[in-house]
């Protein structure tokens, strides 16, 4: 049997991706790294220059 719901029900679900760094969070920023594949330090320098947004960061790194 099909079960109908709505989309907002199912989206509702499903945790939001973080959008910015706890950067005093130590797992956060380690996880952070290691998606955007680079040291925590470059994490955290990054963070200090544009601020905690993955966004900001992503970009700040590839430059």
Not at 11 to 24: E, F, L, N, R
Not at 54 to 63: Q, W
């Amino acid at each position: 049997m099909v079960q109908l719901v709505t989309v907002a029900s199912v989206i509702s679900t499903y945790q939001k991706p973080a959008v910015a760094v706890d950067t005093s969070n130590d797992a956060q920023t380690d996880i952070w790294a290691s998606r955007l594949n680079v040291s925590r330090e470059r994490l955290l320098e990054a963070a200090g220059h544009v601020g905690p947004s993955i966004a900001a960061i992503r970009h700040y790194l590839s430059k």
